[in-house]
């Protein structure tokens, strides 16, 4: 099979799949130069994508909203996904999509409607932001000086990678020897960090902020197990100092899914733990995947297929 080639990762780029060691794009791509460029992340989970349609359309909003459009179609795309992760041959894997500005068609020219858009994909194996250690003894977070860029500057809604103030936000944490980050907006409103939504509980209920951040898939997916399990839960305005005095804090992504906090600046929660509701969710969450919750089967193509026997 063509995994040993591939076993370290697939891409597609300009029209071709190649190992990902070999994929790369002109250092002129505005994609590049000014982060002109729009993504999404869904994960593999044994052999099955997890909530794929919904990445896809989440994907095919960020392009609009950036006025991008590469000339593969949905069901291209989507054919595409699968078949990077069938030439890895992985059963777990991080799946990224990114459509990016390209360059422009005239030398010189300054304008976003004269650059060739196109598309990337690739899978890589499997990815979590924040290490499984990390995540079992509970994850240090700390709160940014940074704030967050403002959303009537960039909405957040649509998945980037203008990630300044995140990465600054991720350079404090690291110099105070904390694992992680979350940025609060200008006005003192908690929002999001590096690559992840943010919850709290208080008093058994649950709360994650309605401003600053990414309609992240995880936490949708958090949002429903809340209602299923009949935990009381919103999405709401999120002042600071509800976070540092929360009960509880856990954080949602594609590439880890629930993650636990143990502590918060110097706030110690609970027992330094994972909390009792936070650990009710993860388990849930990982629980639903192994009985296919939302799961779309990763098609392997015959000649893959043959190619591995
Ligand atoms: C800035 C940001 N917020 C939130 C998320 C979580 O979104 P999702 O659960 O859809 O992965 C991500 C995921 O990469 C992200 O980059």
Redesign the pocket.
Known sequence: MQSSNFADGAAYVGGRFVPIQEAAIPVTDWGFTRSDAVY??VHVFHAGFFRLDD?LD?FHRSMQARRLAPKENRVQIEEILHRCVALTGLRDSYVAMVALRGRPRIAGSRRPADCDNHFIAYALPWVD?ISPEVQARGAHLWIAGVPRVPDACFD?TV?NYQWGD?TTGLLEAHDHGFDTAILCDAEGFVT??????VFIVKDGRVLTPDRG??H????ASVLELCLSLGIEAAVAPLPRALLEDADEVFL????GGVMPVARVGRRILGNDRPGPLSMQLKDAYWRKHEEGWHRTPVRVLAEERAGSL
């Open positions: 999404d992340v990445h989440r932001v957040p998945k995140l999001e960090g590096p690559g992840f939504n951040s990414l992240g898939i995880t936490r949602a992504t594609t590439a």
